[in-house]
């Protein structure tokens, strides 16, 4: 039977690796979060270290947000997430998310547009490269 839960401060403080995978979902706990709405549990991981862009990570962090903002959306409930959303956006990219990941031709920034989203498109907007300026011909 296994012991009582630690609370998630306690366990990062004592040293848990905030980039272990879940072993029974194979998950990174940063996605996880991100993709359960949990803007708390995102910065308390984001502040023990954990990586915003997990190698070989099948759906990066940001794309697990905004994915779950879409799943609420069609589900009638965003408005109950999409501040959150944002924020969890807004941390993610601050610590250094790719704006422009992309998982199956499905980029943050395509799905924030197909909801309609403005505030989460304004945020992804605001962090995407600017564009390199065209050469002339010489």
Known sequence: ?????????????????????????????????AGACQSAVVAALLKAGAKVNPPGCKFPPLLSAIGALEYK???GKAVAVEAEVVVIAKSLL???????????????????ED??????????????????PKKGKK
Do not use: H
Not at 4 to 29: C, I, K, M, R
């Open 1 to 33: 039977v296994p012991g009582p839960a630690v609370p998630l401060d306690e366990s990062l403080a004592a040293g848990a690796d905030p980039d272990a995978l879940d072993t029974v979902t194979n998950e990174w706990p940063l996605s996880a979060a």
């Open 73 to 75: 959306k069609r589900q």
């Open 94 to 112: 601050a610590a250094g998310a790719k704006p422009n990941v992309s998982c199956f031709g499905i980029s943050p920034l395509s799905l924030a």
């Open 115 to 132: 909801m309609k989203c403005k505030p989460l498109i304004e945020v992804l907007k605001a962090a995407l490269p600017a564009p390199l």
